[in-house]
Nanobody, 120 residues
């Protein structure tokens, strides 16, 4: 079994910062890409940022220059540093990862989500 657990969400004022973490645990052989997604009320889930096993990154246009994704492969953990937060960043944030429990067969796993609320 594989499990992803997010942490670090909360309430922050506009212009503030938060750092999200997502740790993968269980029978992990290898992790390929990891990412952060979000879903605001009444909206579809959207990709926020992704990072490859080699450290290559991509970001949604709405967060470029404000958010930074990183990972610690030794800890099977992905991070999302969020700066200059805006009310429109309010959403439930989910991490996901392509994980192989053995060999070269990867499955997409998701965390349970963590709430981020940006409000004064």
């Amino acid at each position: 079994q594989v499990r992803l657990v997010e942490s670090g969400g909360g309430l922050v004022q506009p212009g503030g910062s938060l750092r999200l973490s997502c740790a993968a645990s269980g029978s992990i052989f290898s992790i390929n890409a990891m990412g952060w997604n979000r879903q605001a009320p009444g909206k579809e889930r959207e990709l926020v940022a992704g990072i490859t096993s080699g450290g290559g990154t991509n970001y949604a246009d709405s967060v470029k220059g404000r958010f930074t994704i990183s990972r610690d492969n030794a800890k099977n953990t992905v991070y999302l540093q969020m700066n200059s937060l805006k009310p429109e960043d309010t959403a439930v944030y989910y991490c996901n990862a392509d994980i192989a429990m053995s060999g070269n067969y990867y499955d997409d796993y998701w965390g349970q989500g963590t709430q981020v609320t940006v409000s004064s």
